[in-house]
């Protein structure tokens, strides 16, 4: 049914939108793959984030964005469509093992873009399916793990003599694990895909494991600090990456004509981020520069969420319907402002990672609250590979120690239907108060908002307030 309503709004609205006056600005959609608010804007002071420093300074820094699942596949799609994995249909990894594919009548972010005449162009990580729903005019060749090289590819594009606007998804499989099995053998990429002999045009880097910040959903061990340094570094080759391609925009005359949105897929590659939604699964980096803002350097405290990205680019290529057929909506009338008015709740949606991982979980974020609800809440919480092989990870299991970061490894492995938090009083989401009379209002209240979400977003999970 909402699909449907996609495409009617889509056809009746569509004549009088490509007609929108130009010029209209180029996009730049700069996707990293598993980076968490680990950079010197979002206020850690040992990993190496200049050029997205200097961009935060340059356009908006969100301080409360959020995917709305917690998995690579699933949320590209919910990027790239304005809707929730639920109704679009990409319930988890595309690959062809795990086969999860958008339902072949959405209309994608690149397909409504190329209809309203713009010139789209992807180049890296894609991840996302079928190939028809998120067609592209263009596909650029690279290494995803060299954002150096991947923005040397772009230069023809962009030093292309076309008067069309040009939308770039530009997506780096940094700083996402690299799966490297032999990673601890001499000679070969570490477990985030730096290699011994690095890659070309990037400027080698180490980090100090001592001296990295342990965040405290983490165990501070040898281990964890060993792999964060790994981390860290795949995060500084990003960084080099979007640096270069602004230098390339400036250099092609394209700067001040593109807007530019810089965030990541979901939250960084250990155990207790990525695949949860705890904030460190969902709350994410965000930078957006925008050619017409009147100010510079503004922190926004407005919660955005993914499903807002789509309509947002939309709306800044003067092709968002008047009757808003997504279930995120635009931000950019507010980039200026620190503190808009009516931003002050989220929700996401989370069902599989890999097809082995059926964990489903509901929530709404409000300011001080969040409401997680595990439908799946009978299962032991399932791991990704790359999650459970890892390092950090093992030396806890592997010691039988109670807890891992302020969280006891009973709660992470077995969690109740309910979860509420009292972000204010508990940011590390520890003390759930779902059985506390005290919050007994707060708890009702939160399970109505989230029960209509699920209605108005068609989602198919919404019959389990019924059955079981």
Known sequence: MFVRMLLTCVALGWSSLASAAEPRPNVVLFVVDDQGRDAGCYGNPRVKTPNLDR??????RFDYAFCTTASCSASRSVLLTGLHNHANGQYGHEHAYHHFRTFDNVKSLPVLLSQSGYRTVRIGKFHVGPPDVYRFDRELPGNARNPVAMAETCRAVLAEKDQRPLFLYFCTADPHRSGNVAADLPGRPDRFGNRPQG???VKPQAFDPKQVVVPPFLPDTPECRAELAQYYQAVWRVDQGLGRLVEILK??????RTLIVFLSDNGIAFPGAKTT???????????VRAPAQKKRGVVSSAMISWADITPTILDAAGALPEKNPFHGRSFLHVLDEPNPAGWDEV???HTFHEITMYYPMRVVRTRQYKLIWNLAHGLS??????????????????AKAKTF????????????????????????EIHNLANDPKHASVLESLQAKLKAFQERTGDPWIVKWEHE
């Open 55 to 60: 961009l935060a300074a340059e356009g908006t």
């Open 199 to 201: 890659y070309p045009g």
């Open 251 to 256: 250099e092609t005359g394209q700067y001040d």
């Open 277 to 287: 939604l705890y904030e460190p699964g969902m709350r994410l980096p965000c930078v």
């Open 347 to 349: 929700y996401a949606s």
């Open 381 to 398: 919480y399932p791991f990704a590979s790359d999650l459970w092989e890892s390092s950090t990870w093992q030396s806890v299991w592997n």
């Open 405 to 428: 970061g302020r969280r006891s490894v009973e709660a992470f492995l077995h969690r109740p239907a309910f979860e509420l938090y009292d972000l204010a009083a508990d940011p590390d």
